[in-house]
């Protein structure tokens, strides 16, 4: 017998501790049935032992030494004894502060790791779990056959590695394999190609061995399906979520490559509209670090958000060609294929002596699944993103090649690819209507047709599919999945339709973003009956059915019925797809506490007098991860310092020890420097977009979002001109007491909405005036960031002082744009909308601006129309705008008319007053340094709440019923 001492080294987690001692036999093999695992903790005052003995095979030393390693365990030495065919092995190791591991919790999960660790590869034909993450069983071949699977798997028998010569050697390959440029010869473009693709493969691993974990645990799935995913740029994300960054920024250094750099040669994936959108990338974002067993449903625009560009003032839509330089983030499922059909007749056959109903289509395109993998922050599970691009069917084309009808088959492909081609198609012709319902339903088909596949693979019947699937509604979008699994169901599955209808009622969600009842969206019978009949049909059921439950709840109330029911009578026969939602979902959220109320009282008042258990909010969140880590790692990397610990990236509650330090100079000083840091890059951004330079002293005020009126950028614009007004006719004494400002506007216009358009124009016609005003210098500038989108957001929010968020009282649902500020140390001045409420509760009043009318008094003060009195100040900013002082006179006529007494429907007039006091008061604190500090370092210690962390464990347990589902490492 012979032993052996050495030492050896891992990283360092923190484990919890408490006393345990124990042996656990494993039988990875008959040959190996004596095979044990101990621990002792008697042995060494300072380290647990964990005393290991098996057969002995090359590279089991590596094996079990990795277990430690991604366990965070550090060894602190090692023996091995050898005994003829057997080892004992005694590893000494303590966690991340030196101590020992005592809690029977880790202990026994360190166990099982070592043992499957250890059973695997010991001859029974499985998979280290260490080297490639999870068990699975090889194939049991034999013969010729046998050996060359034996070899595929021994080939793919561990992870790509991630030290920097290894990343630099997959970088370069890439560059030559990928890319097809000279490794001697590339240009930064094409080294974020390359670079790109060394992240997915790594990001694939994990995707593939999640995914495979899945389907052996069978856990229940959720599906989110939302027509909207603003994921922003991936690379920056994807490496900060793998633990990667440090090792690509230094392998990339090496090559003489920046980072930074390279990932800003990456474009937008502006595959939505505003605020849902980015929710639904957060809400992916955190699903995925948390471990649920999920996957996001969208649709692969050809073109994103149009490209805003502004011209004279004047915003004009580009398309966004995002796809024209390729996607390396997307995996295209070419096998992945299902037909969606349009159009048609429905007819009715005798099948077993029952009466079927049968959909025969018009046309028939072909959904065709792009898959991207979605990387946990601290975990290996990465989940599925999967969009759809729609290709024309093989049918069209053989049809058309029969007939030799060569145009024909061209104008089919066209007319198919056209489904997918563009994000919110004008819907204001009916055209565009038909396009916009043929996008929905396109998505949902080929969705759902996916995830009925995934299930009947595991199960032999439907009566499991509440136990393990649900589906989540993002607003009203994909309602029509209802009427389509009812399709599926009873049409093609043969179920009786109240088992088909309580099983639908089961698995469905529904999330409504949507505030005021005339924003609700409704598709015309007529549009439906011709484009879709069958749904129709079974929409037509469902609400017949609904009416007489109804009738025998609430009797012969007409009136509610008709509010209720799903189809709306009147000059244009309409399907209420938000009633729809409702009838069918088994909860219905809301995605803040005041939305929520209106929910309850206003918009859905009859329905929640019917069913209250339905109804709940989740308010909206936004991940940290992108929003902090990725945006602002200045702050990040402060954050960390002195909490002490990087955990807050997993847990954002953890940002309330921050309070601890509020009054300590030091760290006033760095947070500080932090800010002025991210101002300095705001800057210069400001600069080279617009010519105008900005002084770094001048409180940087920002509103960015979408242009509408009730967000009130107007009421924004008005104010500055105000404060323009105010300092033109001040003394010098008195203009030395002014609070410099940079007011920062971006958003963009629907290309259909005339007024926002107008008020974007009207920004730039008094940034004109006063940025040209030598009388004004310092004191006021005005610039309007074009083409705002998620990369630019991360640039301005981290450099934004103060943030404007200024909808009328009761018309956000939520925001989330507030949460990215607050994230960021920015002070809010806000109106008592949307999550600015809660917002009130976690940071106190003290530490925001809050201004304008409540939403209990908005109703009552448009009634008072033309009685209301307004401020003088307001009428004379407003009389400067239509007298021409910043000429376009006639151009902004109809744009002051909006806001005209008794015509003022989103009360600027009322809340100008208040809105200058606040401001005033917002003077006031960025005179006093320290008290800045302050409110800036307790916004920051008060956003945990509104991390979409938080959002998900809510929706999973209360809503989806879904529990984690961790990968193995």
Same mark, same amino acid.
């Given at each position: ?27 990875? %093999?008959?040959?190996?049935?004596? %095979? ?116 595929? #798997? ?167 060609? *995002? ?35 049968? *959909? ?99 199960? %032999? ?39 088909? *209808? ?26 439906? /009956? ?15 059915? #609904? ?119 030091? #760290? ?50 008005? /104010? ?56 004004? /210098? ?46 960021? /140390? ?116 008060? %956003? ?26």
């Amino acid at each position: 017998m012979q032993t052996i001492s050495f030492p050896l080294f891992a990283p360092h987690i923190s484990i919890p501790c408490a006393t345990a001692r124990r042996t656990v036999s494993f039988r990875p %093999s008959a040959t190996e049935s004596t %095979s044990s695992i101990a621990v002792d903790n008697s042995h060494a005052p300072d380290s647990t032992a964990f005393v290991i003995r098996a057969r002995n095979r090359i590279g089991l030393l590596q094996v079990i030494t990795r277990v430690f390693k991604v366990l965070g365990l550090s060894i602190d030495r090692a023996t091995v004894q050898f005994d003829g065919d057997f080892f004992v092995k005694s590893f000494f190791v303590t966690d991340s502060h030196g101590n020992k591991i005592e809690d029977s919790e880790s202990l026994e999960r360190i166990q099982r790791a070592l043992g499957e660790a250890l059973g695997a590869g010991a001859g029974d034909g499985t998979v280290s779990a260490a080297s490639r993450g999870i068990v699975v069983r090889r194939p049991g071949l034999v013969g010729e056959r046998g050996a060359k699977a034996e070899r595929m #798997f021994s080939l793919m028998d561990g992870f790509l590695k991630n030290d920097p010569l290894s990343l630099q050697k997959d970088i370069l390959n890439h560059v030559e394999y990928t890319v097809a440029r000279s490794r001697f010869s590339f240009d930064d473009f094409e080294a974020y190609q390359a670079l790109s693709h060394s992240v997915r493969d790594r990001l694939i691993e994990r995707w593939h061995d999640t995914h495979i974990y899945f389907k052996r645990t069978k856990p229940k799935r959720l599906y989110f399906l939302s027509l909207e995913f603003l994921m922003g740029r991936s690379l920056s994300n994807s490496v900060i979520n793998l633990g990667i960054q440090d090792q690509y920024a230094e392998a990339l250094s090496q090559l003489g490559f920046e980072f930074e750099v390279l990932a800003e040669q990456e474009g937008d994936a502006a595959l939505g509209n505003g605020g849902l959108a980015r929710l639904s990338a957060c809400q992916m974002d955190s699903l995925a670090t948390l471990d649920y067993p999920a996957w996001g449903y969208g649709l692969r625009y050809e073109y994103g958000l149009f490209r805003q560009v502004i011209v004279d003032g004047f915003q004009h839509e580009q398309p966004d060609y *995002w796809l024209n330089f390729g996607n390396p983030w997307e995996i295209e499922r070419i096998h992945v294929t299902y037909e969606v059909k349009f159009y048609g007749t429905v007819e009715e056959v005798d099948m077993k002596g029952e009466k079927h109903k049968v *959909w025969v289509p018009g046309e028939t395109v072909e959904a065709v699944a792009y898959d991207n993998p979605i990387p946990g922050y601290g975990t290996r599970n990465t989940i599925n993103l999967r969009l759809w691009a729609a290709k024309p069917s093989n049918q069209f084309d053989l049809e058309a090649y029969n007939t030799g009808d060569y145009i024909n088959s061209v104008v089919n492909r066209q007319r198919a690819e056209t489904i997918s081609n563009v994000l919110y198609p004008d819907d204001r012709s009916h055209q565009g209507k038909e396009l916009r319902l043929k996008q929905q339903y396109f998505f949902v088909s080929a969705s759902l047709q996916d995830i009925i596949r995934r299930f009947k693979e595991a199960h %032999s019947n439907f009566d499991e599919l509440p136990d393990k699937v649900a589906l989540h509604l993002n607003d009203t979008h994909p309602s029509l999945s209802i009427a389509e699994i009812m399709r599926i169901l009873i049409d093609e599955e043969h179920l009786s339709w109240n088992k088909a *209808w309580d099983l639908v009622c089961k698995v469905f969600s529904f999330t409504t973003h949507t505030v005021v009842a005339e924003g609700l969206e409704k598709i015309p019978v007529d549009l439906l /009956g011709s484009l879709l009949p069958r749904h129709l049909q079974i929409l037509y059921e469902i609400n017949f059915n #609904f009416m007489e439950e109804l009738k025998k709840r609430i009797g012969l109330d007409y009136n509610r019925s008709s509010r209720m029911s799903i189809v709306e009578e009147g000059a244009v026969k309409n399907i209420r797809m938000a009633n729809l939602s409702i009838v069918c979902s088994h909860t219905v959220n809301g995605v803040s506490k005041l939305h929520l109320d209106t929910l309850k009282m206003r918009t859905f008042k009859d329905f929640y007098e019917l069913w209250p258990e339905k109804f709940q909010f989740k308010t909206n969140g936004v991940t940290q991860r992108r929003w902090i880590v990725v945006s602002n790692p200045s702050l990040c990397a402060l954050i960390s310092k002195w909490l002490g610990t990087e955990a807050w990236v997993r847990n954002a509650d953890l940002l309330t020890g921050l309070r601890d330090h509020v009054d300590n100079i030091d #760290f006033h000083q760095e947070w500080k420097m932090v800010k002025k840091v991210n101002k300095m890059r705001l800057a210069e951004y400001i600069e080279a977009m617009s010519g105008v330079k900005v002084s770094l002293d001048a409180m940087f005020d920002v509103q960015v979002k979408r242009i509408h009126e009730y967000k009130r950028q107007l009421l924004n614009i008005l /104010g500055i001109i105000h404060r323009y007004d105010c300092i033109k006719n001040m003394d010098k004494n008195d203009r030395r007491k002014v609070v410099p400002r940079v007011c920062i506007i971006g958003g963009k216009a629907a290309p259909g909405y005339e007024m926002a358009k107008k008020i974007i124009k009207l920004c730039h016609a008094v940034a004109e005036k006063i940025n040209n005003d030598t009388d004004i /210098g310092d004191l006021l500038k005005l610039v309007f960031i074009p083409d705002y989108n998620v990369s630019v957001a991360e640039l301005v929010i981290p450099g934004a002082d103060l943030s404007q968020h200024l909808s009328t009282a009761g018309h956000e649902a939520s925001g989330t744009g507030s949460m990215k500020f607050l994230m960021n /140390g920015c002070l809010l001045l806000a109106t008592s909308d949307g999550s600015t409420v809660e917002i009130v509760e976690e940071i106190g009043l003290d530490n925001l601006f809050l201004f304008g009318a409540k939403v209990q008094e908005v109703a009552e003060l448009r009634e008072k129309g033309s009685t209301l009195k307004v401020p003088l100040q307001f009428a004379r900013v407003l009389r400067m705008v239509r007298e021409g002082y910043f000429g376009y006179k006639d151009y902004f006529k109809s744009l002051c008319d909006t806001v005209e007494i008794g015509n003022d429907f989103y009360l600027l007039g009322h809340d100008f007053g208040s809105y200058l006091e606040a401001q005033a008061a917002a003077d006031k604190a960025f005179v006093d340094p320290e008290k800045w500090m302050k409110m800036s370092i307790l916004s920051v210690a008060g %956003s945990g709440r509104f991390s979409s962390d938080r959002t998900i464990q809510e929706y999973a347990q209360r809503t989806w019923k879904i529990d984690p589902c961790r990968c193995p490492l």
